[in-house]
């Protein structure tokens, strides 16, 4: 019995399996790297994307307890509904932690059809998906 660790170099957690461009916030806007274009200039290199929600499903065979943190520089709004919609986000994952960037919540709301109402935003929603009856997941906004 061991822990086994297994790194995934220049590889993006992601919504496919393929290649993505990750941009890379290389002059210090303190923006980070994100598959989303980010404003500031920046390189852009050619990365292995995994799908996120296959990799965390066949995590699950070797783990009873799932807990991640996702700080993908405004990805969110793109990896977060394909997780929920694959099942990966509800049943696999047991604790979510986000860190949520500026962009179009109440678009992709609507776009998820989910939303009670226009005020409600995107952090709002995932939280009240992923605690639902259904899921049972527990959602943490991080700062």
């Known amino acids: 019995m061991g822990i086994r660790v297994h790194v995934q170099t220049r590889t993006a957690f992601g919504v496919r399996d393929g290649t993505a ?21 920046g390189a852009v290199e050619t990365v292995r994307e ?16 799932i807990a991640a943190k996702l700080d993908v520089e405004g990805y969110e709004y793109e990896l977060l509904p394909h997780l929920l919609r694959n099942g990966a986000a509800c049943g696999v994952v047991a ?10 919540n109440v678009t992709l709301g609507h776009a ?4 009670r109402s226009v005020n409600e935003t995107m952090p709002e929603l995932l939280t009240r998906q992923l605690e639902s009856l259904d ?7 991080w700062v």
């Open 112 to 115: 998820l059809g989910a939303l």
């Open 50 to 65: 995994i799908d996120g929600a296959r990799f965390l499903h066949e995590l699950k065979q070797y783990s009873g307890f």
């Open 135 to 141: 899921c049972r997941a527990v959602a943490l906004s």
């Open 95 to 104: 604790l979510l932690a986000v860190e949520w960037h500026s962009a179009a």
């Open 21 to 41: 461009q990750l941009h890379i916030d290389n002059e210090s806007h303190h923006l980070g790297s994100s598959l989303r274009s980010i404003a500031a200039s």
